[in-house]
């Protein structure tokens, strides 16, 4: 993480926020930045307790708002850190993004599923933040461990995509992991809807072509041969499947991805296919925004849709 001033984490109380909590710590911790840990109580359970037990809700949300900041600060204590509390009463996502905003955050961590999560993947509340907050999201899969081992990052080609680069090696720069820069293509001679010409269809053509992806992606990334730094190609016609199957087969901690590129990996932010993709991943996922919506797009090697 780069540049980090202010950080906001969610905390439900839930397994995978608790761990995002600790996430946090150690992240505000590499980069003394002020850390802010926010818990939402939902307006509407307020409300159903005033109503079953006849108690005024003003009294139901001091009770409840109290209980929570002790427990908050206890979480902060035990994981280590110190934190601006802060308790809010209403919508969790609309309060989560206005704590973002508030504190001009660089950073927003939430747990991959919260309290109510009936799958492994990536909720209904942290597919929200990903789509609107406009900052850096991580979220903390609920298979996370104290740190990030292995990262792989997505890379295809866009500005965006090396920004998810940098940020995968300012990680591993505190964690000391390996990165795999991981680019998923769908060789062209497979997306003809006629035959091949005869160049395409030699065996020679297809190691030149994969040999020259292999270059481009090492020049792009600046390999260095003293970084831990894998550069890998994975053949998929859908980016989004390819990068999941990839990052379970090397047993990935983290996955970078760049919120806006060429291919353009804006499945993060809308549609549900892309929602059911996200919600595959059980490690944990950080989405890098792009600094303009048009980033500059180099003539592509390779394309292919992402759904």
């Given at each position: 993480m780069n540049q980090l001033r202010s950080i906001v984490v969610a905390v439900d109380f839930s397994l995978c926020s608790l761990k995002a909590l600790a996430h946090a710590v150690r992240i505000?911790?590499?980069?003394?930045?002020?850390?802010?840990?926010?818990?939402?109580?939902?307006?509407?359970?307020?409300?159903?307790?005033?109503?079953?037990?006849?108690?005024?809700?003003?009294?139901?949300s001091a009770q409840a708002t109290h209980s929570?900041?002790?427990?908050?600060?206890?979480?902060?204590?035990?994981?280590?850190?110190?934190?601006?509390?802060?308790?809010?009463?209403?919508?969790?996502?609309?309060?989560?993004?206005?704590?973002?905003?508030?504190?001009?955050a660089d950073l927003l961590l939430v747990g991959a599923t919260g309290s109510s999560a009936t799958h492994p993947g990536a909720g209904t509340l942290a597919i929200q933040c990903v789509r609107k907050a406009p900052t850096k999201v991580l979220l903390i899969g609920y298979e996370a461990g104290p740190s990030f081992r292995t990262i792989v990052t997505g890379v295809d080609f866009?500005?965006?995509?090396?920004?998810a680069v940098d940020q995968a090696r300012r990680v591993a720069a505190h964690e000391g992991t390996e990165i795999h820069c991981l680019h998923v293509y769908d060789p062209p001679w497979n997306r003809l809807n006629h035959p091949v010409p005869a160049a395409a269809s030699q065996p020679d053509f297809h190691r030149q072509y994969l040999a020259a992806l292999q270059r481009r992606l090492e020049k792009f990334v600046d390999l260095q041969p003293a970084t831990q730094v894998r550069c890998a190609l994975f053949p998929h016609p859908r980016s989004g499947v390819g990068m999941a199957e990839y990052a379970r087969h090397v047993g990935a901690d983290l996955i970078v991805l760049?919120?806006?590129?060429?291919?353009?990996?804006?499945?993060?932010?809308?549609?549900?296919?892309?929602?059911?993709?996200?919600?595959?991943?059980?490690?944990?996922?950080?989405?890098?925004?792009?600094?303009?919506?048009?980033a500059a797009l180099p003539t592509p090697m390779s394309s292919q849709p992402l759904s």
């Open positions: 505000a911790r590499w980069n003394e930045a002020r850390l802010h840990a926010v818990h939402v109580i939902d307006a509407l359970v307020v409300s159903d307790l005033a109503e079953a037990f006849g108690i005024p809700r003003g009294e139901v929570a900041a002790d427990e908050l600060s206890r979480q902060v204590l035990e994981a280590g850190g110190e934190a601006t509390i802060s308790i809010a009463i209403g919508s969790p996502i609309d309060e989560i993004l206005r704590a973002v905003r508030d504190v001009s866009s500005l965006t995509s090396l920004r760049g919120a806006r590129g060429r291919t353009n990996l804006h499945w993060v932010r809308a549609g549900t296919t892309a929602e059911r993709l996200l919600r595959e991943f059980a490690c944990s996922v950080l989405v890098v925004r792009a600094l303009d919506p048009a």
